[in-house]
């Protein structure tokens, strides 16, 4: 479908028929899902020095644990699940590049009795609650474990296991969707940073560091940045920023044919560990202790870790809602108006190409998919 | 390819195992030195392209000169003196994880 421009609609014709903020994963999918809708797109976004968890993030397409405490969350996280090979695929078919997408399925492993047993709560929880898509996680023990992942140490306890989970490349998903949307004509700003945005007259002037842009719509893209500047156009983004690090290895011939929630092997070979959160929010500091207790954990979990090289750590920045979950809402006060908010940019990849794109192409996002993720949900908690 | 400056001033007191083969050295040698002394063109295979490398820098910077060493993978071998009775192998690609 065609997105109808607004010359058609007797309008001014602005410079663009959407303008997307945040040129990172979720603003560059959504960047192609526009093209691919036959928009004419300006992706605006800050210079090399933005804070970008592009390219610092653990590259999990991750179902098993999503949707405690909202069931459409684990519904919505399938979905992409499920759209993600195609979406690979068509990818590779534009750039040529592969962003190495596999589903083998991916385990959460318990190092005692007592994290299995809480690890087993919860996903009894996630199951029970009404309207939960069914994602088929199990509970192994040990010799299960063994069986598909033979490196394990004899700490391992057990493990959830969820069929629908993988892993990609992201930084060459980063790249491809970069090398994609270019191809499409897709004009991409960088240091761009938004200053304001102002509607007029039936389109949206977003004054940048270097000049004004014009858009008929404009779709809010910029990670935590989307606290500053949903307000500019009547829309919420609460977001609480938190610091993840992660330890990576040399590469080493493939012997982990499975990700593994806090670890997993890269297709070139290296094994990135993560998964710590803290409250920091300097992205360019650096636990120690942090990196310690992954790599101890690590070991502990794969003994045949113990005397391999770590070649680099780094820390980025996780974008994060105030309650974890998505946010995607259109504004009231200022239609055309758009903001996406997710933690997960990779996993949700594909919803956001190939499902909300096309939603804010034709003007409007499908209640009936997306109400569970509007912002309104936070002045709920706050009433109650 | 490689000849000692002063060949047959010092002894080759030092005897190890490159791939199965023994090898004399002497004390002080790096193994990388050693290796180079012995005639041998690569140490190992790159992991990517699988391209052969040889020791470079000599120094610790280019890591180029991995190699297995008692049973342990990419290991720096101009940074590791030998010793007697030491057993290298050259590394074909990625190292093994548990070596």
Not at chain 1, 48 to 53: I, K, P
């Given at each position: 479908m065609k997105a109808k421009n607004l010359e058609e609609s007797g309008q001014p014709r602005a410079d663009y028929d959407v303008a997307v903020v945040g040129g990172g994963l979720v603003g560059a999918a959504t960047a192609w899902g526009l093209s691919r809708e036959g928009c004419r797109v300006a992706l605006l976004d800050e210079g090399?020095?933005?804070?970008?968890?592009s390219r610092g993030n653990f590259a999990l397409v991750w179902v098993q644990s999503?949707?405690?405490?909202?069931a459409a969350y684990a519904g919505w996280t399938v979905r992409s699940s499920e759209a993600w090979s195609g979406f690979a695929a068509a990818l590779k078919d534009e750039t040529g590049l592969d962003v190495c997408f596999q589903r083998p399925g991916g385990f959460h492993l318990a190092l005692s009795e007592r994290e299995l047993e809480a690890r087993a709560n919860t996903l009894r929880r996630l199951h029970n609650q009404p309207g939960i898509v069914d994602y088929k996680t199990e509970i192994l023990d040990h010799g299960q474990v063994a069986k598909m992942l033979p490196g394990i140490g004899r700490e391992v306890i057990g493990a959830s296991y969820c069929p629908l989970d993988g892993h990609v490349n992201s930084l060459r998903l980063f790249r491809a969707l970069h090398a994609a949307i270019h191809a499409r004509g897709v004009r991409y700003l960088p240091s761009h940073r938004v200053e304001s945005i102002e509607r007029e007259g039936g389109e949206f002037r977003l004054a940048t560091t270097q000049g004004e842009v014009r858009a008929g719509r404009v779709a809010l893209a910029a990670g935590n940045a989307n606290m500053r500047l949903a307000p500019m156009v009547g829309l919420a983004a609460p977001m609480k920023p938190e610091r993840g690090q992660i330890v990576v290895t040399e590469r080493l011939r493939p012997f982990l044919h499975y990700p593994v929630v806090t670890l997993r092997q890269t297709d070139e070979g290296t094994v990135m560990i993560g998964d710590s959160k803290e409250e920091s929010v300097d992205p360019a500091g650096l636990t120690l202790g942090v990196s310690a207790t992954e790599a101890e954990r690590a070991v502990r979990q794969f003994p045949l870790l113990a005397n391999v090289n770590v070649v680099r750590t780094w820390s980025a920045i996780r974008v994060m809602t105030q309650d974890g979950f998505p946010i995607y809402d259109e504004s009231e006060t200022h239609p055309g108006a758009f903001v996406l908010c997710c933690h997960s940019g990779v996993t949700l990849a594909a919803n956001h190409a190939l499902t909300v794109a096309p939603m804010i192409a034709r003007g409007a996002l499908d209640k009936t998919v997306l109400s569970p993720f509007s912002a309104r949900r936070f002045d709920v908690q706050a009433a109650g | 390819m490689f000849r000692r400056l002063d060949e047959g001033a010092h002894a080759m007191a030092v005897e190890m195992e490159i791939d199965g083969k023994v090898v004399r050295a002497r004390v002080g040698d790096t193994v990388a030195a050693a290796m180079l002394a012995a005639g041998i063109d690569h140490c190992r295979t790159t992991p990517v392209s699988a391209a052969p490398r040889a020791p470079y820098c000599l120094m610790g910077v280019c890591f180029d000169c991995l190699v297995t060493i008692d049973g342990i993978g990419n290991r720096q071998a101009c940074l590791v003196p030998v010793r007697d009775g030491m057993r290298i192998e050259t590394q074909r690609g990625k190292r093994e994880a548990g070596r």
């Open positions: 090399d020095r933005a804070v970008r968890a999503k949707g405690l405490g909202l | -």
